[in-house]
């Protein structure tokens, strides 16, 4: 008997889809850096993934709690914004404390890479709270 679990699917769909920008992403940085000749900010490697690992693991829990109480979801991705801001100022904090000299490009890509992961995490959910009040 095979048993379909939705969160399950938007899960992996979410992670294919969260894969396929960072993989897009890195190509895009170092053909810019060689374009322009600069080195790679030191601090690439941990923006990916802390940012990978948080924003996919935010948004299991996400889809968890709002799958229980759909009528909290404007609650559960505001308070997820706020849990993720915590965690990225103190990811921040410990980049430029570590490496003053290169804070600046660590910084600027940290950014930009949040700004896309985020972007890509609220049209998901969004598209998935449509589909949910559209089918209730």
Do not use: C, W
Request: avoid cysteine; charge should be positive.
């Amino acid at each position: 008997m095979i048993v379909h679990n939705p969160m399950k699917k938007t899960s992996v769909n979410f992670l294919i889809q969260l894969s396929v920008v960072t993989l897009a992403l890195i190509l895009i940085l170092v053909g810019l850096l060689e374009v322009i000749k600069l080195g790679m900010p030191t601090f690439t490697v941990a923006i990916f993934a802390v940012l990978f690992v948080v924003t996919f693991l935010v948004y299991l829990l996400q889809v968890k709690i709002m799958t229980k109480n759909p009528d909290f979801s404007l609650h559960v991705i505001l308070g997820s914004l706020i849990l993720r801001l915590i965690i990225f100022a103190f990811f921040n904090f410990i980049m430029i404390y570590t490496d003053r000299v290169n804070a600046v490009p660590n910084v600027v890509l940290f950014f930009i890479v949040y700004l896309v992961f985020t972007t890509i995490e609220m049209i998901t959910l969004f598209k998935q709270i449509g589909r949910s009040k559209s089918s209730s």
